[in-house]
């Protein structure tokens, strides 16, 4: 089954402890890109990948640091989590196919700083 | 810079009502056009994608059509069910997806 898994869930950390979201996807993407959600803004996205080694900043990048070593992860850290990175995450993965970007999403990630 | 703009923001409707959901952009050289599903708190549920080549796609009770001319897609629901009560999205992209702020849709039974 196609799908992209995002780990953990939910997640409740304390301001400036160092943390991890991971995403991966198993359908050999080429794009992989990062989200967050927060009421009255929308999504917004945080960084981007279009293909491993390479990454780029999206609309909201500060405070948060991506990586693609490998084609199907792309982890989001948040190297010193502050309260305003209080959020719902998503992350996503497509590819162009003859045309065909279908996005395909995570479930999400909810993020609390206390 | 693409935008994406859906109205109305809210809609409720008495159960069994046929109803349309409207998304505008602004840059009209998009590739496809994406309608999600978004229950309170939850993930995002894909229902229809529109390819760049195409100008509608049907699933079950859900139409969705696609004019670049004039910027805009249409979600249609027929007979629409207190389960269809959620937000509704629409996004736009590649590898930058832009979304819209999307419907919260009630259906009362």
């Known amino acids: 089954e196609a799908q992209v898994t995002q780990n953990p869930r939910y997640l409740i950390t304390v301001t400036g402890k160092k943390l991890t979201v991971t995403c991966s996807q198993n359908m050999n993407h080429e794009y992989m890109s990062w989200y967050r959600q927060d009421p009255g803004l929308g999504l917004r996205q945080i960084y981007y990948s279009m293909n491993v080694e390479v990454t780029d900043k999206g609309d909201v990048p500060e405070g948060y640091k991506v990586s693609r070593k490998e084609k199907r992860n792309f982890p989001l850290i948040l190297e010193s989590p502050s309260p305003n990175q209080t959020s719902l995450y998503f992350c996503?993965?497509?590819?162009?196919?003859?045309?065909?970007?279908?996005?395909?999403f995570g479930q999400g990630t909810r993020l609390t700083v206390v | 810079k693409q935008e994406v703009t859906q109205i109305p923001a809210a809609l409720s409707v008495p159960e069994g009502e046929n109803l349309v959901l409207n998304c505008s952009f602004t840059?009209?050289?998009?590739?496809?056009l994406q309608w999600f599903r978004q229950d309170p708190g939850k993930g995002l549920t894909s229902l229809l994608l529109?390819?760049?080549?195409?100008r509608e796609q049907t699933s079950g009770r859900l139409n969705a059509s696609l004019d670049k001319s004039s910027g805009r897609s249409t979600l249609y629901i027929a007979a629409s069910q207190p389960g269809d009560s959620a937000t509704y999205l629409c996004c736009s992209g590649t590898y930058k997806y832009i979304f819209g702020t999307g419907t919260r849709l009630k259906v009362l039974a």
């Open positions: 996503a993965s497509s590819s162009w196919d003859s045309g065909n970007t279908e996005a395909f």
């Open positions: 840059d009209s050289a998009i590739y496809n």
């Open positions: 529109i390819q760049s080549s195409q």
